[in-house]
């Protein structure tokens, strides 16, 4: 049975860190290419951050560049997304995704359950 646990996420002050965390089962973890994404309501989920299946490259939507990294573990099937310099506007849900692409989305693609990242004063 596939699963995509997120954790770390929660409520956090402009300018404050979080770091998510993405445990996966039931699939060849180092097979799949590893993205986060996001999503508010009434918006559809953008892609926020990808790595590679080696972890060797990465890419981010311009707005978090130099904020937020991605990172992975193959040994502990866990991709991470360290998020640095909060800001009020990364206040979404924040979703896990395994897929077979670098770029777009296919119906067999994975998902977790998403984990709410709240960024406020």
């Known amino acids: 049975q596939v699963q995509l646990v997120e954790s770390g996420g929660g409520l956090v002050q402009p300018g404050g860190s979080l770091r998510l965390s993405c445990a996966a089962s039931?699939?060849?973890?180092?097979?799949?290419?590893m993205s986060w994404y996001r999503q508010t309501p009434g918006n559809g989920r953008e892609m926020v951050a990808s790595?590679?299946?080696?972890?060797?490259?990465?890419q981010y939507i311009q707005t978090v560049k130099g904020r937020f990294t991605i990172s992975r573990d193959n040994a502990k099937n866990t991709v991470y997304l360290q998020m640095n310099a909060l800001k009020p506007e990364d206040t979404a849900v924040y979703y896990c995704?395994?897929?077979?692409?670098?770029?777009?989305?296919?119906?067999?693609?994975?998902w977790g359950q998403g984990t709410q990242v709240t960024v406020s004063s």
């Open positions: 039931g699939f060849i973890f180092s097979r799949y290419v």
């Open positions: 790595i590679t299946t080696t972890g060797g490259t990465t």
């Open positions: 995704k395994a897929g077979k692409l670098w770029i777009g989305l296919r119906s067999d693609d994975y």
